[in-house]
């Protein structure tokens, strides 16, 4: 095995001719056992004494290289799963891990598409995005007769849960990445965090509408409730402001892409009644002091050193995924609320009706790849429920303890680690080919205070309030050739403007000359791509 830029080798601080240098490298490792020209080369079937059906799948032994992006410096502890392991052994199928990091992945990746010489598979959808591979068809092969003759258990996951296909069917109708179900996922995304040690000293309760919140941010700001004596506290914080903040007036946004859903339609938030309203709600909590005055010039960085003061925990509220991921040791002053009311007594939270669990890309054949056959039937057996709860936490006796009444159960991580951490270590995690059955999930333990089971328990709070997002559409090589400009005009404009109403209010009387700069920035040809996309994804099947 190799690992490229892995754990301690290379870091954020990497030279441009160091990177050049790596990159050289990685592409020599990557040519010199890849495949070659699949077509130059024989068939699994003839080759290796290949097996449709049952294990192994091959009498000789074959070896692929595969290629994964990890975040950071996270390393490659992941192949030594005993799943993985396991897993060469009985399939007579080798593999050569080729482990990139997130730090120098993008100058890498150009340069390694620009050669056209890939390695067998592609896994995780962080490796390569949408884009790459649509701008780049030719190294990729389609899927759907291997899925068909190859991977019953993908077929069957497909025909249990049409939302995989969907999500993997390309602008052509083929498909060439796999899919992803990942296990016990929550339906909401961020929901309100506020400091309940604050609330307890005040005599306040959790605010359930804006104007609880506005009183309570009040009371945060004057009436020091963490007890230093300064007035140091920062009722809401974030890097940048967030959308989250604006979800009391129906504004939700999981992708960060200005869309949402109304009504069954494709819908540019920015420019609708609601986004208006909201920002002049903003505008009077910022005016007061509720909003941290640095918000729009801070990064996140900053953000952390704010919630993360080693003296006093000094924010009050924000949204977030848990509250531990954030505040460190603050963490237990905290507490997840219920999604906060907005003026027409609605709730509204980002996430999705279908579980935040789906993903495409995830594994990509290559059109290099010797031993396509073999490649699929080795994909197909990380889709069933024990392959995949065991590369998303970590193998079994490891990770997961498996009962004698049917249950997996959650081991409780080394002291020190947290529990995120661990999960990555020790397996995929949310990168590669997985499925769930939904049905299978009841069978699953997790421990209600951290993790993966606390989120579940916060979900609770939110989940009958979930928005339907704007879904990952895909694009055609045409449209990803227009959106960039479209969106980094557009997207930019909208950002600046949202900073200056929100810090310096005006936003009724610059209102028509916005929404007439959007026209002329291409808004209209922006929403016609991505309503096209939107129809192209409800209709495939």
């Known amino acids: 095995m190799k690992s490229f830029f892995g754990q301690k080798k290379f870091g954020s601080g990497v030279t441009r001719a160091a990177s050049l240098s790596m990159a050289a490298v990685l592409l020599a490792g990557l ?7 699949a077509k130059e080369s024989a068939p699994a079937e003839q080759s290796s004494g290949f097996h449709k059906e049952g294990l192994p799948i091959v009498d000789e032994p074959v070896t692929l290289k595969v290629l994964t992006m990890r975040w950071g410096n996270m390393g490659d502890t992941f192949t030594q799963n005993q799943w993985l392991k396991d897993l060469e052994k009985d399939t007579n199928v080798k593999i050569e891990w080729q482990v990139v990091s997130s730090n120098d992945w993008s100058e890498q990746k150009s340069i390694l598409l620009a050669s056209g010489k890939l390695p067998d598979i592609i896994l995780g959808d962080q490796t390569f995005s949408d884009s790459d591979i649509v701008n780049n068809l030719s190294f990729f092969r389609p899927l759907d007769d291997y899925i068909d003759e190859y991977m019953p258990n993908l077929k069957a996951a497909m025909e249990e849960t049409p939302e995989l296909r969907k999500i993997s069917t390309f602008p052509d109708g083929k498909i060439y990445s796999l899919p992803t179900r990942l296990p016990s996922r929550p339906k909401t995304k961020n929901q309100p965090v506020i400091n309940k040690a604050w609330l307890d000293k005040l005599g306040l309760k959790a605010p359930e509408t804006v104007e609880d919140l506005h009183t309570v941010l009040k009371a945060f700001k004057e ?23 604006l979800n009391p007036f129906g504004i939700t946004d999981i992708n960060g892409n200005n869309m949402l859903v109304k009504g069954g339609k494709p819908v540019y938030y920015p420019i609708t009644d609601e986004y208006k309203e909201a920002l002049k709600w903003a505008h009077e909590m910022y005016k007061e002091g509720l909003i941290d005055p640095e918000i729009f010039t801070q990064d996140a960085t900053m953000t952390s050193a704010k919630q993360q003061n080693p003296d006093a925990a000094i924010v009050g509220f924000t949204n977030q995924w848990t509250p531990d991921a954030v505040f460190g040791k603050w ?59 065991q590369n998303f936490w970590g193998a079994i006796g490891t990770v997961i303890e498996q009962g004698d009444d049917g249950t997996f159960t959650l081991m409780d991580p080394p002291e020190g680690t947290s529990a995120d951490a661990w999960y990555w270590e020790q397996s995929l995690r949310d990168f590669g080919p997985k499925y769930v059955s939904p049905s299978f999930e009841d069978q699953i333990v997790l421990n209600p205070e951290t993790g993966d089971g606390l989120k579940l328990e916060i979900d609770k709070l939110g989940r009958d309030y979930v928005t339907t997002p704007y879904p990952n559409v895909m694009y055609s090589s045409e449209e990803f050739q227009e959106l960039p400009t479209l969106t980094t005009d557009i997207d930019g404009y909208v950002s600046t403007m949202r900073a200056q109403w929100v810090s310096k209010g005006g936003i009724d009387e610059g ?28 209709s495939a099947e």
């Open 223 to 245: 009436k020091d409730p963490n007890g230093n004596g300064k007035a140091d506290e920062i009722p809401y914080t974030e890097t940048g402001l967030g959308m989250d903040f």
């Open 31 to 37: 040519t010199a056992c890849g495949g070659g020209d």
């Open 511 to 538: 209102w028509d000359a916005y929404l007439k700069q959007l026209d002329q920035m291409g808004l209209e040809q922006l929403m016609k791509i991505r309503t096209e996309a939107y129809g192209r994804y409800m």
């Open 331 to 389: 963490k237990d002053q905290y507490e997840t609320i219920a999604p906060i009311a907005g003026p027409s007594g609605e709730r509204y939270n980002p996430g999705d009706p279908n579980g935040m669990s789906f993903n495409r890309n995830e594994l990509l054949i290559t059109s290099s790849c010797a031993n396509p056959e073999a490649a699929a039937r080795w994909a197909d057996q990380f889709y069933t429920n024990e392959a995949s709860i």
